[in-house]
């Protein structure tokens, strides 16, 4: 099975298209220590070259130029020799390289940037360098781009950044982010493929991711990777997420809500059952999850998750159902999951006295997190799920989404009850908040209260185009925000 | 003209043969900070690769590696943030790569190396690497290697590194050295050229050579540059070296006397006329050359160079007009200049109380250069010759090479004058003395009472593999050194 699926992911292979960026920077002269810096005029993926020449007299030794990618202008003031955070310093994006004669020289690693910052470390004399260009490369189809008429100009705005967000993420997979890490995660996968069937609509890269999975190695439990390998070979990832596993079904369950593609859908069903039964074999003799143990739902520091993971279990039965009836297949035994599910969960998470979802699983723990996705797992609806929401979300004291994935899903937990202005509102206050900092791409993390915040404990390390956080458009052009 | 030279050094360009030096290096299992010393056993000129791979965990990070490449043992300990030489630094082989996921690497750049020094700065976890591989390149072809049977054990050693030399400056031209200046000079042409029909013979290089630099662009003098590049572009060179204009009518000559080939030498005769004029106008009232500017002679710091100029002048004449015989063609007018010059050489630099070239051309300076040149040049013979030279070399007061390029004209102009003991004594003390300290090729620079000598003072900087020290096997195959 695994060879014929990573045959099938071989086959949605998507073409790579490459596009010149060439910056509006003269031929530049420079000596030793000079530095050039080069704005690309927006966030973009790819290789960068120049022409390296000589002024008066030919380059008779290397010259050595050290370069640094930046995806935002802030970063230009950070000094990498400061790193201190918990990722691989080799991920921020600077090099240094010795070129011996004149001719065009092209690094030989992708990047992420906005900037180019370049510094002549040594030459024998004046350097010449020119031409620069900047090769970038997405499997977005521009011709497939789905066209939306914005009237809000912000929303516009908004919906142009998460567009080009997808775009850069969008590359042989469905990379989570273009500068670090530049692999196929579930998580973003599902969000990424969502707001793909709004925008740049290529189906064969969901398929393609699809099948990548479907290969995957899973764990003694019966679990997907959170992530899988597939640039110089294909490699199942180590870390097991089951909220993620999950969200391998929502994606399968969307693309078939969209594209009706039934044989894919039937030929990937059984995966999607085995992650469905793979999480009922956790359930405890309350019927709910009790663990948080590899699980995801957003990077908050200590974030009690188990309230959460029962909600996305919820969530993804309830999508499943919907995608078994279009199929004409028999669902009783999930409804039967799914309603003991929800009859579990009100009656143990959900605190009727506090309208809240603070409960022993978590701890007594208050967040918005929990409430989103009870609400999304339909475990409340209609004014008593608006009401928790929106209390949840106005305590200074609750625990609030850190990374736009979360966030995601509060906006979607608004929606799905009908708090439709609050939930642009929301859009409207975290993706506009990273506008006005400047976004060509949308972060990986953004906490408005505190916008230095890290996973990896050094603002450095951030990814600042993240697949996860390209989801405006999804909403933007689904629910027609800042189009009346 | 310019094209038709450039077309001929096309033609004559040799094909680069390739051999895998593979180290006995097992797997190595790396972690952040971890070094390896790769030992290839011998010194060799090409590129670098290796396997990299995962150990137990997938590396999910670049990782980056710093390599140095040593010619020589001792330069391990050289710390190259220290450098402080007068020429770039980055012709210090170092380099820096960031590699995301595994598989093969291969550095881009050019090395010239013994040893290979890797550290690894950053790796998100243990990283394997193996299959260590120098591709080494050279023009010199194994199955030309004229062999040669040495009954000393000491002078083999020397005539193996000096053939290891010569091979390893072999590339598209002969190179003055693999490591640092990478290009064709006339004066090491000369010599490498010269003890290439004693061993390597590859005579297409040698034409190669002399057309392009019959293709070069002279100077108002009318001389040709002291170097060209050719690597990337023809590009001629912006030095003019006298000497070295003169050694082009030399390696002329040489080839011509080796060959027999009459086309290529009538092709190029009209340059090395056109040296020999350039050369003649220079001239004084005395009949002699005044000026030392523009000759290279040897790196001795504050070196007086015109009786030297003189003598290199009248020693091409020489070579000139036995190359003119040779072809059936007219000599008279360069043999009347030879005698003329002689005899004001005699008249004006000779001093004939001292026994010694000490006169007012040269500020009374006291060389082994005036004097080699000018035995090599006929102004004296016989058993005066043999004093002067025996004096000179003798005096602790006067000034010595500090070249293997000058040091081969010097055991030249013993060799020439009969002083054959002393010839192979000086080459033993010289050449040897480079052996004592473990060459595995000869040194750029060897001053035996000041081994760490730098012409760009830094040792760091100084080429190990240096052309114009290959021609102990010139001696030793030609009069037999060693061999009795």
């Not at 736009?404 to 708090?419: F, I, R």
């Amino acid at each position: 099975m695994k060879e014929k699926f990573l045959l099938k992911a071989d086959h949605n292979l998507p073409p790579i298209l490459r596009t010149e960026i060439r910056p509006d920077v003269s031929r530049q002269v420079m000596k030793k220590g000079d530095r050039l810096l080069i704005d690309l005029g927006n966030h973009y993926v790819g290789y960068f070259s120049f022409k390296l020449w000589w002024d008066d007299v030919y380059l008779d030794a290397p010259v050595r130029i050290t370069f640094r990618f930046l995806e935002t202008e802030r970063e230009l003031a950070d000094d990498f020799s400061t790193y201190s955070g918990t990722l691989c310093r080799s991920w921020l994006q600077d090099e240094t390289v010795n070129v011996l004669g004149p001719g065009e020289v092209r690094l030989s690693r992708r990047y992420a940037a906005r900037f180019v910052e370049l510094t002549v470390d040594e030459t024998p004399r004046n350097a010449v360098l020119s031409d620069f260009c900047f090769t970038a490369e997405t499997s977005a189809d521009p011709a497939s781009l789905i066209p939306c008429e914005i009237r809000d100009a912000r929303v516009a705005v908004i919906d142009r950044v998460s567009v080009n967000t997808l775009k850069n993420c969008m590359q042989r997979v469905f990379e989570d982010g273009p500068k670090r890490d530049r692999r196929l995660w579930i998580g973003d996968l599902r969000l990424e493929a969502l707001t793909g069937y709004y925008t740049w609509n290529n189906l064969a890269l969901v398929r393609r991711c699809l099948y990548l999975f479907a290969a995957a190695d899973r764990n003694a439990a019966g679990f997907l990777p959170g992530y899988v390998f597939e640039d110089k070979m294909f490699v199942s990832g180590y870390w097991f997420l089951r909220d993620y596993s999950l969200m391998y079904v929502c994606t399968l369950c969307d693309y078939y809500a969209h594209t009706e593609d039934i044989d894919t859908f039937t030929e990937l069903l059984p995966v999607a059952k085995d992650m469905l039964s793979a999480t009922k074999n956790l359930l405890d003799e309350n019927g709910l999850l009790p663990e948080q143990r590899e699980t995801f739902v957003d990077w908050c520091p200590g974030l009690e998750k188990r309230t959460a993971f029962n909600g996305i279990y919820l969530y993804t039965l309830d999508l499943f159902i919907a995608a078994l009836k279009k199929a004409g297949l028999d669902t009783e035994d999930y409804e039967t999951q799914l309603a003991a599910g929800r009859a579990a969960a009100r009656k143990h998470l959900y605190n009727e006295e506090l309208h809240a979802f603070v409960n022993a699983y978590d701890k007594e723990h208050y967040s918005v997190h929990s409430a989103a996705w009870m609400v999304l797992g339909g475990v409340l609806t209609g004014e008593e799920a608006r009401d928790v929401l929106r209390r949840v979300m106005a305590d200074p004291d609750s625990v609030k989404p850190f990374t736009p994935y979360m966030h995601h899903y509060a906006v979607d937990a608004m929606l799905s009850c009908g708090l439709r202005k609050e939930a642009e509102d929301y859009m409207m206050k975290i993706w506009g908040g990273m506008i006005d900092r400047g976004a060509d791409t949308f972060f990986e993390a953004y906490v408005p209260e505190d916008p230095d915040f890290s996973p990896y404990n050094d603002r450095m390390m951030n990814s600042m185009c993240h697949a996860w956080s390209c989801t405006p458009s999804y909403f933007i052009r689904k629910y027609g925000f800042g189009q009346n």
